[in-house]
């Protein structure tokens, strides 16, 4: 396991909500995923059928987790689906119908959705926002907050970020339980010369 891997998986596990500081790169998909592979029903009924909802800022981000979800959970017939803005409604409402386990979304498009009634959170144990910092730069904070009161209060949460502001900080004490705190720092690179980057 990655650093982000070997100190975000026990308690997210456990079920604690945690408060991750990571950058991009570090692993921190996996972080997340494997743990929610554990409250998946796939043979559930389709209308609480979906216990995890995943929050990215893009659409390229939206189908790379939705795909790693994918991969891990294969074996255990797990239901990926990304919902994202650009992409044709009509697929989303038919597979969000059939029933899915984890819904991998971008906020505005999730909560179009939400409003529509074709995505159904009463059933969600846990939500995932991944690269919240990013989330709120690009405005979507008051779509962020209306997505997270439209989820079950006994949720788990987790909240991802390269960086800790105040902004972060503050939704974080309004919608984490005592979270556990995971900080994952870059590796220090000396002056003068270049971060390792592995391709």
């Not at 017939?77 to 029933?99: H, N």
């Not at 209306?146 to 502001?165: E, K, V």
Request: net charge positive; aromatic share 2%; glycine share 6%.
């Amino acid at each position: 396991p990655t650093p982000v891997q070997r100190e975000a998986i026990p308690p997210l596990l456990a079920g604690r909500d945690v408060l991750g500081q990571a950058a991009t790169g570090t692993g921190k998909t996996a972080a997340f995923a494997l743990p929610l592979l554990h409250l998946v029903t796939p043979d559930a009924d389709p209308r609480t059928r979906t216990v995890a909802l995943i929050l990215v800022p893009t659409r390229e981000l939206c189908m790379q987790v939705a795909e790693a979800v994918h991969k891990y959970g294969k074996a255990l017939g797990v239901c990926a689906l990304p919902i994202y803005g650009g992409a044709p409604m009509e697929t989303q409402l038919r597979m969000l119908k059939r029933g899915v386990d984890v819904v991998v979304a971008t906020p505005g498009r999730a909560l179009d959705h939400i409003r529509r009634k074709t995505l159904r959170l009463d059933s969600v144990k846990v939500v995932i926002l991944d690269e919240a910092d990013e989330m709120l730069d690009m405005g979507f904070a008051e779509d962020l907050e209306a997505i997270l009161d439209a989820t079950p209060s006994s949720r788990q949460t987790a909240l991802f970020s390269a960086t800790i502001a105040p902004r972060i900080a503050a939704i974080a004490a309004r919608h984490l339980r005592d979270p556990v705190q995971v900080r994952i720092t870059r590796d220090a690179v000396a002056a003068g010369t270049m971060p390792r980057v592995r391709q």
